[in-house]
Structures are given as C-alpha cells and as structure tokens.
C-alpha cells in the first residue's frame, strides 16, 4: 500500500488538492441556488411564499370577511387579456384558477 508521502503520489495528490477546493465551491453554490429557485405557487402555500414564488406581487387584491374566515383573492394580469388568480382563507392558498380570454 502506497503512503501519502510516497513521491510517486504527491503529484497526483497535488492535483486533487487544487481541485478540491474549487468542487467544494462549486458543489456550494449548486445547492444555495437550487433552494433558492423560483417555484410555481401551489395549494397550501402562505402569502409570502407565494410573492417568493414565480408569480410574485399580485396585480390586483381583495378582501372578504365572512365569519367562517377571511378570503383574499390576488389577481395576476398577463397577456391576451387572461389573468391568474389565487384566493386565500385564512393566509393559506386555497385556490388558484387560470381564467383564459374569451373568444371573440
């Protein structure tokens, strides 16, 4: 068995300590980026992970009191005339519809 001082296995541990580092580095920044990612919104999910989420900061808000809870509903314009809407109970995501434009 080869030791690690063995002067035919310095240069090839020389090698893997440069690179060693920068996979480390690599690796790092794989992981934080992929926690990191913008998600689609879903149900369940609270307000702020929705405006973390791909959709963002609503267009349009409403807010209803009824005495089983408060609905909120965030409307997201987008083009053609269709629009994007998640409603709220209680800050927790109970429905997202995608309403398409009417035929003309």
């Not at 035919?8 to 920044?29: A, D, K, N, S, T």
């Not at 998640?86 to 398409?100: A, K, Y």
Request: with cysteine.
């Amino acid at each position: 068995m080869r030791k690690f001082f063995d002067p035919e296995v310095q240069p090839f541990m020389r090698r893997i300590g440069c690179m060693l580092p920068v996979c480390l580095f690599m690796l790092i920044c794989l992981l934080l980026l992929s926690s990191c990612a913008p998600y689609e919104p879903s149900i369940g999910m609270s307000k702020d992970q929705i405006l973390n989420s791909t959709w963002g900061k609503p267009d349009k808000t409403e807010k209803i009191i009824y005495d089983n809870g408060i609905y909120e509903y965030w409307v997201y314009n987008t083009y053609l005339e269709s629009h994007l809407v998640i409603m709220f109970r209680d800050n927790e995501v109970i429905s997202i519809n995608r309403n398409l434009p009417h035929a003309k």
